[in-house]
């Protein structure tokens, strides 16, 4: 059976690095924001081209944050891409602002127009998501929000690394917001994200509201949070790192290599855009077929995942949005179709091979 991921591979390719590096925190004897954090942050703001990275306890709270300190709340609303992970949603609406949804361009980003025509007087922000691991149309959509003097939040969870004209996601709206949750290109061995920003206020306000609103101990100067990272995380997270780029190729030439050898005419292909890349979080195919499809693949001993089943519009907990089946009826063509392959650290070339032979042989 060949796993739709493996995760226990990504460890063992840099087994010792991971363990030197989880030891030295270990026998540190200071476990929640200090050196590594600090220095992870420093690599990973250099990494992706930004002035600053502010380290955090997962995706969800760096999107919930990055919305906070822009001063988003009740009342205000942010425009997102209906096709996404629910999570994104979820970012808006935890402040009290309202997520206002969009239909998605092909390559599952916003569409530019879309975003456009969706602009109120309410309107304060608009969080595109990179989904799957493509940079969203950023030419486009980073006009849109000037002309209308929005601000611009990524969702960068599903992007490590990925640009638009050799400038890297999480770089061209105020806040980018990245999850390395262990699933992702940039993964850490539990919850962890970042946030990241050219502003130096903002990055202030991050170190302030992540650590309960206080700057200096005890001085607390709002009601903040907790969603400090903690060493561990950032110590392996600093491993993986520095191996970050040779992943994404490793997952690049897997992609690559189904594109030459998938050819079904009932499956069609994911494309990345011209002057764009994706770090192909996920290699999603869709086919009219699908639930049959992916029965068919599992007989074959080759597992699949589907992102996502279910548009938040549709689920239970956005329900007060008030939307109906039919609302969004490309969102939902997607949900309907969408399968994403094997995508994996170490995957050998007899793995995918076996996919798209069993991908090529559904009829
Ligand atoms: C994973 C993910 C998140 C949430 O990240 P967590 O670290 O799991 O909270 C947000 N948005 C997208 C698109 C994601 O894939």
Redesign the pocket.
Known sequence: MIQANRLDNGFFKYQKEFEDAALRVLRSGYYVLGKEVESFENEFAAYIGSKYCVGVD??????KLAFRALGIGPGDEVITQAS??I??VM?ISMNGATPVLVEPDEYYGPDPKAVEKAITERTKAVLV?H?YGQCCKMDEITKICRAHSLKLVE?C??SHGSDFDNKRTGTFGDVG?F???PT?NLGAFG???AVTTDDPELDKKFRVLRNYGSEKRYHNMVVGENSRLDELQAALLRVRLSHLDEINAERAEIAAAYGRLIDNPLITLPTVREKGSSVWHQYVIRCDRRDELKEYLAEQGVGTIIHYPIPPHLSQAYAYLGHKKGDFPITEKYADTVLSLPMFTGMTKEEIEKVAEAVNSFR
Do not use: E, I
């Open positions: 997962n995706g969800l709270n760096a999107l996404t992970y999570a994104s970012g998501v989904l969702d969870a599903q917001c999850s390395f949750y992702k919850d962890a994200g």
